[in-house]
């Protein structure tokens, strides 16, 4: 059983530019979350993906995006990059359905330098 | 919204010792999880520990035990005989029963001195 990967490991981006960051869940699982990490900071959670659909958002601009795909790896997107989103982004995966939760395994992150 | 606080940015401990780090939060639900994270120098957030609201006993995990106070709002994590492999920051979480967004605190950065 392999755990939450992310990739990239490190990227730098300029202001302005479109950034996709990526993320395979753990096998078996069908819900992928998103969490910004700014340094010192908790992490804020950005949305979800269950079965292929955003299932819940937070607090975040439109030009964050994102997809799941079929075999329930996701992708985030962010356009418009701004210097505030340089920060540690973590993507979370754990197996949910309607009516239960269930423990969310994190991957390493992927550190994102706007400059 | 609910909003968890971490009031201790820092913490150390002896190895052997116990240690206590603090959580509150603020929520107008009545059913709800906790959580303890652990984030070690590497990145990778790990569970610690859970508590679910309507459970009054408190949740237990080997070395890790928390103090949960429902009316006042509190989740205090103990680390009891500290390891130098706790060292490591520690969030707080929480989540509501019926939605799916994780609430973190800031974290505690915990020191275990040798």
């Known amino acids: 059983e392999t755990g939450v990967t992310q990739s990239p490991t490190h990227l730098i981006k300029t202001r302005g530019q479109q950034v996709t960051l990526r993320c395979s869940s753990q096998s078996g699982h069908n819900t992928v979350s998103w969490y910004q990490q700014a340094l010192g900071q908790g992490p804020q959670f950005i949305f979800q993906?269950?079965?292929?659909?955003?299932?819940g958002r937070g607090n975040f601009p439109p030009r964050f995006s994102g997809l799941q795909f079929p075999n329930y790896s996701s992708e985030l997107n962010v356009n418009a990059l701004e210097l505030d989103d340089s920060a540690l982004y973590l993507c979370?995966?754990?197996?949910?359905?309607?009516?239960?939760?269930?423990?969310?395994?994190f991957g390493p992150g992927t550190r994102l330098t706007v400059l | 919204a609910q909003t968890v606080t971490q009031s201790q940015p820092e913490m150390s401990v002896q190895e052997a010792e116990t240690v206590t780090l603090s959580c509150t939060y603020d929520?107008?639900?009545?059913?709800?999880?906790l959580f303890w994270y652990k984030q070690p120098p590497s990145r990778q957030m790990i569970l610690v520990i859970r508590?679910?609201?309507?459970?009054?006993q408190n949740a237990t995990e080997n070395r890790f035990s928390v103090n949960f106070q429902k009316a006042a709002k509190s989740f205090s994590l103990k680390i009891s005989d500290s390891q130098l492999g706790d060292a490591a920051m520690y969030f707080c979480a929480y989540r509501s029963i019926t939605g799916n967004q994780f609430y973190f605190g800031t974290g505690t950065s915990l020191t275990v001195i040798p």
């Open positions: 929520t107008s639900e009545s059913d709800y999880y």
């Open positions: 993906y269950y079965r292929e659909e955003e299932n």
């Open positions: 979370a995966s754990s197996l949910d359905t309607q009516s239960s939760y269930n423990e969310q395994f």
């Open positions: 508590q679910e609201a309507y459970k009054q």
